[in-house]
């Protein structure tokens, strides 16, 4: 997750704002050589792929902030978190894949540089494989599981992401159900929420909100990360040198790069990708085939399905995109036209919320039409619409409180309704349809128990 910041260098240099500039920002990045010596690596396909790593490193930690943000606990030098980032070679879409920290690796065969020692091939968790051989058996690690060979490594920890959010002025979430951990401290409840740098650390951190652990919060890294994109872009970082500088300080404090990701990258990407938005980022996370994978001496780990994660890595290598293709910004040649409002999340799966419709504002067909209108947002409407008994000059959602996610669910596709306890009433939910009634909003079942079910673009995860 402390990746996530790392990534943001990149959003940050798509300003083109100067060479002195990016110069400054080459030369405050420490560097580590993390391909020397490599060989028999995969072909290189179309674009470019940076392996983000965020560590678990601690030691940058003030003691106030160690308590405040739940930091406490021994640093496992290893990889919290790692991410493939695909550039496409045009430089309009990038593609972030999130890797799953205990998933089931095969270490290769190599020899400690140091000591001159073999080591033969073995199982691992993923996320061990940097304790026990740095960047270079990382790369050599993920390059043998997908076939994808990377280009890049970028590596940063939890003082640089707190910096950078800092810096940005915070970055706004929203989720449709409360987040609690008592582990992280992480406390939210329904809504939207303007993360400041601690904050968002631990949104990113937490694992125990709702017994999915690794897999619920990386789908809560990939919504930050394109929450941060966001902000950035629309914040005015990428055209304010000032401001620009400032982040990118803030973000240089932990950062470790390739020896070979310098000046000339930032600037090509930095010409490229100007028109960079939400909408030209996707994520996902590789399919996992078995969720327990018993190995013996590690334990459960996670098997990743082999035919579908193939095929998410042969588009990577041939740089095609995940989701539907539209076109970028800058080959917009109509009348510009703004991009559908993305999906709002909701906890309940929306086949699921029966709905009785009913008529309160009078107008002819109303019911009708919000009935039709529900039940193409996927919900289990009566298709029986009726005239309610008096008028009413909102949309008002009739519930039982115990099924307020249900309720809460029917109130996302109809914002501005009113929302309005009824005990006793059973789980069949009643809308009245108001004069003020415009449309339903689209929305999107997140099941926590699943990875991410298909790759979405940025746009459809942010607020």
Known sequence: MRAVSTLSVVVLASAGIGHAVISSLDAGIARVDAFKDMKNRPRAGHGMNVLLVG?????????????AFR???????????????????NRDRATVVSLPRDSYAEVPARTDPATGQQHPAHAIRLNAAYAEGGPQLTIRTVENMTHVKIDHYLEVDFRSFMKTVDVLGGVKICTPNPLKDAYSGLDLTPGTHSLTGGQALQYVRARHVD???????????????????????????????????????????????????????????????????????????????????????????????????????????????????????????????APPAPATPVEVDPGQVRVQVENGAGTSGLARRVDAALAGAGFATTHR????????????????????????ALAAALPGSEL?????QGQLLRVTAGADFKDVHRVRFEDPGQPQPAPVRGNEVVC
């Open 55 to 67: 560590t678990d490193g601690r030691d940058r930690i003030t003691e106030q902030e160690r308590r």
């Open 71 to 89: 930091l406490g606990g021994a640093a496992c030098h290893c990889t919290d978190t790692m991410m493939i980032v695909h550039i496409s070679e």
């Open 211 to 337: 017994g999915t652990s690794d897999l619920g919060r990386m789908k809560r890294q990939q919504r930050f990360l394109a929450a941060l994109i966001e902000k950035t872009a629309s914040s005015g970082v990428l055209l304010n040198p000032m401001r620009f500088r400032d982040v990118t300080r803030a973000v240089l404090g932990s950062v470790r790069a390739d020896e070979g990701f310098g000046t000339d990258e930032l600037l090509d990407l930095g010409r490229a990708m100007r028109d960079f938005s939400p909408s030209s980022s996707e994520f996902t996370t590789v399919p996992i085939g078995q969720l327990n994978y018993d190995v013996k001496g590690l334990g459960s780990t996670l098997k990743w399905d082999p035919a579908k994660a193939d095929q998410l890595f042969a588009s990577l290598r041939d740089d095609k995109p995940l989701t539907k293709d539209q076109p970028s910004p800058q080959h917009h040649t109509g009348p510009a036209s």
């Open 385 to 408: 619409p009726t005239t309610a008994a008096s008028h009413v000059p909102h949309t008002v959602i009739s519930y039982d409180p115990r099924f307020d996610k249900s309720a809460r």
């Open 420 to 424: 309005r306890a009824v005990p006793g």
